[in-house]
């Protein structure tokens, strides 16, 4: 009887290591789970992080500032327009100088080793060369003699520039037409309080400093020519 019960005892207090041993394994591997969720949480945290940054890579942000919603113009230089007859006159050579004045050295054709690496061009005075284009094509069609006439020359022609290709002018209308609608200028307008029309003239504007990308076109110039191509 003695016997038996220290074998009980015995059996029992054998028993006992094996318990402690199974809580141990239990806890480690609650606390190993718990580990785990953490770690996946955490990968998800970081992967949604960078998800997020490259959509934000891929997709337009909105450049600001805004005033109540509206972009508000680029540029930090104020200034307002005025009417000038010189760019809107018959193509003559004192007309074709103040084109020529406004197209840097190089024709804003440039080369930068960060910036433009491989040859490019300042869109806006790709800009300038369509809207010179369509004013010459314009007085071109306007001035031309009739068709019976085989022998007659506007006479701007023969000291400015030769006919534009009709290609050419199409290409610029819808050119100019997407160059506008980039630029997206927010300036308001204030109307007449007589005609209830604006023309622009006269009032508060905010744009780019032209004379400093002219400047820094012609610091970059890929080459030395000069004046504007028609």
Avoid at 25 to 54: D, N, R, T
Avoid at 124 to 153: K, M
Avoid at 204 to 220: H, L, M, S, T, V
């Amino acid at each position: 009887m003695g016997h038996h019960i220290f074998e009980e005892n015995e059996q029992g207090e054998s028993l006992l290591p094996t318990d402690a041993k199974r809580s141990s394994v239990v806890s480690k591997a609650s606390k190993l789970k718990v580990i785990c969720q953490w770690i996946g949480i955490i990968c998800a945290v970081l992967i949604s992080l960078v998800i997020g940054y490259l959509l934000g890579l891929s997709h337009p942000r909105d450049i600001g500032p805004f005033n109540y919603g509206l972009p508000l113009p680029p540029g930090a230089l104020h200034t307002s327009w005025q009417h000038n007859l010189t760019f809107t006159q018959k193509p003559s050579v004192s007309s074709e100088a103040a084109w020529n004045s406004i197209i840097p050295i190089g024709r804003g054709f440039v080369h930068h080793s960060q910036l433009a690496p491989f040859i490019s061009n300042i869109a806006v005075f790709h800009q300038l060369h369509c809207l010179h284009a369509v004013v010459v094509a314009y007085y071109h069609a306007l001035e031309s003699p009739p068709a019976t006439d085989l022998g007659a020359v506007p006479d701007f022609e023969n000291t400015t520039s030769t006919r534009i290709a009709p290609f050419h002018i199409r290409h610029c209308f819808d050119y100019l037409r997407q160059a506008i609608m980039c630029a997206a200028d927010t300036n308001l307008e204030i109307l007449d309080h007589e005609t209830h029309l604006t023309n622009g003239w006269g009032q508060p504007k905010i744009c780019r400093d032209y004379d400093r990308i002219f400047a820094w076109a012609e610091q970059f110039a890929n080459s030395s020519d000069t004046g504007i191509v028609t």
